[in-house]
């Protein structure tokens, strides 16, 4: 029996173990739908992700090149793939696994994720050429990784083994690997490293709030709320350094500068390069899908005919790859393209 998948839109990259839930987190159920084409945008299309023979799929990342990864469920378990523009797929499995779940993807097509033992969760980078290596921060009982960057270094959080408070970790090319929490963490959670090593991601302190922050490559952090905060969860950064969230009032965007715009569009999940946002927002117990431009202008957008539809990752092109889930609650991918 495999482990079941990381539900990203429910848990919004809260770690799985029992860390406390958030005000805004606690409106958040798993979010997927049914369907094709249809969205707000007349020159957009969508269409949806399936590997062969899945009873399930969901597509956690899409590059500029458009190669998009995440994994599937068939009769012998949960598999990570990748999917050319073309719609070609290639499936994987980490030797020794009994479940694959790629998380991320990079401009060289490097793949990010985790796979299960049967007893832990260990991280794992797959290269284009389909080499496999593991590994685990010293100590770590599971191993989660969430972001690739182009130069692959990842990031992502961990256990120590036997607990229930995660940290952060940023592992380099050459394997090594760095744990840390910004000073007075309770628990860290790392959810995005953008191409110059900057990493962003949440804390929460003894207080049970939780900050944003910021790790420099030098390995300096800052930490940060927009004004009034007592609930702040950075969701992406991009390679300039911008930062997308939501906080106990909305969604913010942290410049590079330190400066905050904040807006009400619903779940902020990734930011490009470009600074276009995607996310979803609820309305009626139903789950749409958002575009966010510079300039602030909100599109949404849903599949036709969808209950859910949630975005999960944006290219600087302004393609999206999500999550869509149908009536029979099972999960399909899609990529929607402007």
């Not at 990748?82 to 790629?102: K, M, N, Q």
Request: glycine residues 12%; proline residues 7%; neutral net charge.
């Amino acid at each position: 029996m495999s482990k079941p998948p990381p539900d990203k839109a429910m848990r919004e990259r809260m770690p799985r173990k029992g860390l406390p839930s958030s005000s805004r987190f606690s409106l958040c159920v798993a979010a997927f739908s049914l369907g094709l084409a249809s969205a707000t945008h007349a020159d957009a299309t969508m269409v949806r992700i399936d590997v062969p023979g899945s009873a399930q799929t969901s597509a956690q990342s899409i590059n500029d090149a458009g190669l998009v990864a995440g994994f599937y469920q068939d009769g012998a378990g949960w598999h990570g793939y990748v999917r050319a523009p073309g719609g070609i797929f290639t499936s994987f499995d980490v030797s020794g696994s009994l479940g694959t779940y790629a998380t991320s993807i990079n401009a060289t097509g490097s793949v990010a994720g985790w796979y299960w033992d049967g007893t832990l969760t260990h991280g794992f980078v797959r290269s284009p050429n389909g080499a496999t290596s593991t590994f685990d921060p010293p100590g770590s009982g599971d191993t989660e990784p969430l972001s690739i960057n182009n130069a692959g270094s990842i990031t992502g959080y961990y256990y120590l083994e036997n607990t229930n408070t995660p940290h952060g970790f940023v592992r380099t090319p050459d394997g090594t690997i760095t744990s840390f929490d910004p000073s007075g963490s309770t628990y860290t959670l790392a959810v995005g490293i953008n191409a110059t090593g900057a990493i962003a991601g949440l804390y929460q302190d003894s207080a049970h709030f939780a900050h944003g922050f910021l790790r420099t490559p030098d390995g300096a952090i800052t930490s940060f709320d927009p004004p009034g905060s007592n609930d702040t969860q950075p969701a992406s950064i991009n390679r300039a350094g911008a930062i997308v969230g939501f906080y106990s009032s909305g969604d913010f965007l942290r410049a590079p500068d330190g400066t905050f715009t904040t807006f009400d569009a619903g779940f902020p999940a990734a930011i490009n390069s470009k600074g276009y946002v995607t996310g979803r927002y609820i309305d009626r117990r139903r789950q749409f899908g958002f575009v966010r431009a510079p300039d602030g202008t909100v599109t949404t957008f849903r599949a036709s005919g969808a209950i859910w539809t949630v975005p999960t990752s944006i290219n600087a092109k302004g393609s999206i790859a999500g999550i869509l889930r149908d009536d029979a609650n099972a999960s399909h991918g899609f990529l929607r393209t402007p």
